[in-house]
């Protein structure tokens, strides 16, 4: 268990600069190389044939890849994919086989550029209340979630230009409904669009630059959706990422798409992978090259990629345990694909949440919180919704007429003159030197903030030195703030 410390993350340059140079630094040459050891890659987690035949050929595997049209000698990366040598792979040794280092390198690249798009969503100065509110949903997260939290960047804004999909994915963490249409690029949507585009650059700053265009849909059901991406780039001055499990439903939409990356190269897109065909289609229409932009998402059930217990796998997994053709084990950390710490719009029913991730529940089975939710027609009404949102919800100090409590994952431990806060990964140290617990009374949770305070100033503790204690604990995501369950009801959400 780590301790838990403070950290003020700076963001050293743009994520979009960050992403072009790792392209830009490269000649051509060596911008194929990693295309092609890219799509050996893809091949050796993806296709069970090709791998078998690399097995069977250890000492020519030129000739399976060769068949494949991967452009790439596997001895110059033997940690790759050899078992003798993956112990090798991040050691100096590595550097006898030199596409293994290119290929370490150019990960250690995309982390970096993950890290930078958290970094991004910065809204000190544009948007300080839902800045604060933002960072503490991270540090919440970086402890309810474990390891699978690394990978989540919290975008401050998501849109949804569908409602519903076509798609059906069995393992959908989302739970995706049925599709029942498209926000089409009308002159009266396009209006609509550009306006709350803008309200949104207007209100978040730079950091609206972290949003995407796609959730509980997927990109490609929308046949102007490329259209719509073009005008957020215009007013953001970013591309936003595209995650389609349908690359080949409109071919001609999917390369407009990966002609705008190739024209503005902002950050990678995703494909989801089905099944091994789909795999092997996709390696036949794209070459390695136009594929270089395009993280391939392997979530075939012959992949053995994990899902995240959420959505329609955790339905799944838990009717096969009701039904006794499976056991329920503990799960992991990867209990939710959400990542947005902030608005969720859907554009067909003019719709804006509030959200943030949390591990999937019966409560938040989609494995995020809905805080609050409303309804606009205008940009204008979008900007007052999103505005009182922020009013009422991202509170700079505990409300002072709510129940105070520790967050309900923690554990609450008494000590002389502090108490312990664990969780499954931190564990807190609080100083509490009031003659009444501060501790004790959160733990209880049995009074609001402002009750609290009364008890611990008529016990002779100074009534600034308990809310700035007050303020530390909410600043850091300590205390609960899910505490309302009309939304969770409303939506047919509560805890069955």
């Not at 890849?65 to 001895?75: H, L, S």
């Not at 995650?243 to 902002?266: G, H, I, S």
């Not at 940009?379 to 520790?406: A, G, K, L, T, W």
């Not at 600043?475 to 069955?496: F, N, P, V």
């Amino acid at each position: 268990m780590r301790k838990w410390k403070w950290e003020v993350n700076l963001v050293a340059h743009s994520a979009k600069e960050h992403y072009r140079q790792i392209f830009n630094r490269r000649t051509p040459g060596e911008v194929r190389t990693l295309a092609n050891i890219k799509r050996f890659m893809e091949c050796l987690s993806g296709d069970a044939a090709f791998k078998s035949a690399l097995s069977e050929n250890v000492d020519n595997p030129r000739s399976v890849t060769a068949r494949y049209g991967i452009e790439v000698d596997p001895m110059e990366m033997l940690p790759l994919w050899h078992s003798s040598y993956r112990k090798f792979y991040r050691t100096p040794e590595c550097k006898s086989w030199p596409l293994a280092v290119t290929w370490r390198e150019y990960m250690d690249e995309m982390v970096r550029h993950r890290d930078i798009l958290r970094d991004q969503g910065n809204m000190s100065v544009a948007s300080p209340r839902f800045h604060a509110w933002r960072e503490r949903q991270m540090r919440r997260c970086d402890d309810v979630l474990g390891s699978s939290a690394k990978s989540i960047t919290h975008p401050v804004i998501a849109f949804e230009l569908s409602e519903g999909c076509t798609g059906g994915c069995w393992f959908c963490g989302l739970s995706a409904g049925r599709f029942k249409g498209f926000f089409e690029y009308s002159k009266g949507h396009a209006h609509l669009w550009r306006g709350v585009v803008g309200v949104a650059r207007e209100m978040f700053g730079s950091a609206a630059s972290t949003g995407f265009c796609y959730c509980a849909t997927d990109p490609m059901d929308n046949p102007d959706y490329d259209r719509f991406l073009f005008d957020y780039y215009q007013i953001t001055g970013t591309l936003p990422q595209t995650t389609t499990a349908m690359p080949l439903k409109d071919l001609a939409l999917t390369k407009r798409v990966l002609e705008l990356f190739k024209r503005y190269r902002c950050v990678t897109n995703r494909f989801s992978v089905l099944s091994t065909a789909q795999l092997n289609q996709i390696h036949a229409i794209f070459s390695p090259e136009e594929l270089m932009g395009v993280e391939l998402v392997l979530q075939g059930k012959e992949m053995r990629s994990s899902k995240a217990f959420a959505g329609r796998a955790r339905k799944e997994k838990l009717s096969a345990v009701k039904n006794g053709d499976a056991t329920m084990e503990s799960e992991s950390d990867h209990s939710t694909i959400a990542c947005v710490s902030g608005f969720l719009v859907n554009m067909p029913r003019r719709r804006v949440q509030l959200v943030t991730p949390v591990p999937a529940s019966g409560r938040w089975p989609l494995g995020y919180r809905i805080v609050d939710e409303r309804f606009f027609g205008t940009s204008d009404e979008f900007r007052d919704e999103v505005q009182s949102m922020i009013d009422d919800h991202m509170h700079e100090s505990p409300p002072p007429n709510r129940p105070i409590r520790f967050r309900g994952d923690l554990q609450y431990e008494p000590k002389r003159h502090h108490f312990l806060l664990r969780s499954c990964h931190i564990e807190y140290q609080v100083p509490d030197n009031a003659a009444s617990s501060v501790g004790d009374l959160i733990a209880g949770g049995r009074c609001t903030a402002s009750e609290l305070v009364a008890q611990i100033v008529t016990d002779g503790a100074s009534a600034i030195a308990v809310a700035d204690e007050l303020d530390q604990l909410h600043l850091r995501g300590l205390l609960e703030e899910d505490l309302d369950e009309r939304l969770a009801w409303r939506s047919g959400e509560g805890t069955t």
